[in-house]
């Protein structure tokens, strides 16, 4: 079992910047991928960066040179450093960790943050 939990979210003005971390409980050594998604009111949920066990990132073309994802092993924490806040990145952002154990993937969720940039 993984418990995800995320943090950092909050009101910004256009133009500013948030760091919101992931900490996944459990293993490290079975995450083999952490996304971060995001749902706007109204609207489906959308990926908006990966980052891989090997470390690799990608990023949706939206968010592309705005916002980064990191990660810190020691502490089994992932980060979305956002800059450049658009109202348009207003949403609840979600963090989902996904684990490989004995050739089986599992899926978790953490229970979303609120990002609402505006002035």
């Known amino acids: 079992q993984v418990q995800v939990v995320e943090s950092g979210g909050g009101l910004v003005q256009p133009g500013g910047s948030l760091r919101l971390s992931c900490t996944a409980s459990g293993s490290r050594r079975s995450i083999n991928a952490i996304n971060w998604y995001r749902q706007a009111s109204g609207k489906q949920r959308e990926l908006v960066a990966t980052?891989?066990?090997?470390?690799?990132?990608n990023y949706a073309d939206s968010v592309k040179g705005r916002f980064t994802m990191s990660r810190d092993d020691a502490e089994n924490t992932v980060f979305l450093q956002m800059n450049n806040l658009k109202p348009e990145d207003t949403a609840v952002y979600f963090c989902?960790?996904?684990?490989?154990?004995?050739?089986?993937?599992?899926?978790?969720w953490g229970q979303g943050t609120q990002v609402t940039v505006s002035s």
């Open positions: 980052i891989t066990a090997g470390g690799s990132t």
């Open positions: 989902f960790v996904q684990t490989l154990v004995v050739g089986r993937f599992y899926e978790y």
